[in-house]
Antibody, heavy 121, light 111 residues
Framework: EVQLVESGGGLVQPGGSLRLSCAASGFTFSSYWMSWVRQAPGKGLEWVANIKQDGSEKYYVDSVKGRFTISRDNAKNSLYLQMNSLRAEDTAVYYC??????????????WGQGTLVTVSS | QSALTQPASVSGSPGQSITISCTGTSSDVGGYNYVSWYQQHPGKAPKLMIYDVSNRPSGVSNRFSGSKSGNTASLTISGLQAEDEADYYCSSYTSSSTSVVFGGGTKLTVL
């Protein structure tokens, strides 16, 4: 059974940093692109970033470029999102998702339960 | 404002069929066969229901089907069941920002 478990969310002040983690199991992690998708409270979904199987390609939504960094450790079956210079508008539940296609055209076939990031003073 | 336009809500009675629309432009829905649909129950993670306009992942009921005409994609649910009550989001590749964009979501109520 595919499982994705996010962690690392919490309350952070504007301008602060946070690192999210996603532990994957139940599939060959190193064979799939992986993505982060977020959902602001009461709002819709927004793709944030994705990363190729070997980490050689990474793509980001414009609003997080230069502030967020996606990475992975295939030996640990783990996906990460380093978030710097956080803004109030980054407040959201962040989902880790397996990406069955990758690149600029991801399709998210499995999702974790999400971790809440709140940016507030 | 979302890049793709969905109705805020739709409703239907058990056993009926409903259709949720997702309207974009020639730069996204109309230009590519890369529309996906996700179901999200309250407080839960989204679930992929349809990808590439009309393909169903393994395990998704055949009561769910997708189609596209011009700049509008549609998700049809036949034989409505109480468990289908959820939010539904469409997404599409967009060449305007070379990424994926989502619709604002549609709340389906089963009466």
């Amino acid at each position: 059974e595919v499982q994705l478990v996010e962690s690392g969310g919490g309350l952070v002040q504007p301008g602060g940093s946070l690192r999210l983690s996603c532990a994957a199991s139940g599939f060959t992690f190193s064979s799939y692109w992986m993505s982060w998708v977020r959902q602001a409270p009461g709002k819709g979904l927004e793709w944030v970033a994705n990363i190729k199987q070997d980490g050689s390609e990474k793509y980001y939504v414009d609003s997080v470029k230069g502030r967020f960094t996606i990475s992975r450790d295939n030996a640990k079956n783990s996906l990460y999102l380093q978030m710097n210079s956080l803004r109030a508008e980054d407040t959201a539940v962040y989902y880790c998702a397996r990406d069955r296609r990758g690149g600029y055209n991801p399709v998210f076939d499995y999702w974790g339960q999400g971790t809440l990031v709140t940016v507030s003073s | 404002q979302s890049a793709l336009t969905q109705p805020a809500s739709v409703s239907g009675s058990p056993g009926q069929s409903i259709t949720i629309s997702c309207t974009g432009t020639s730069s996204d829905v109309g230009g590519y066969n890369y529309v996906s649909w996700y179901q999200q129950h309250p407080g839960k993670a989204p679930k992929l229901m349809i990808y590439d306009v009309s393909n169903r992942p393994s395990g998704v009921s055949n009561r769910f089907s997708g189609s596209k005409s011009g700049n509008t994609a549609s998700l049809t649910i036949s034989g409505l069941q109480a468990e289908d009550e959820a939010d539904y989001y469409c997404s599409s590749y967009t060449s305007s920002s070379t990424s994926v964009v989502f619709g604002g979501g549609t709340k389906l109520t089963v009466l």
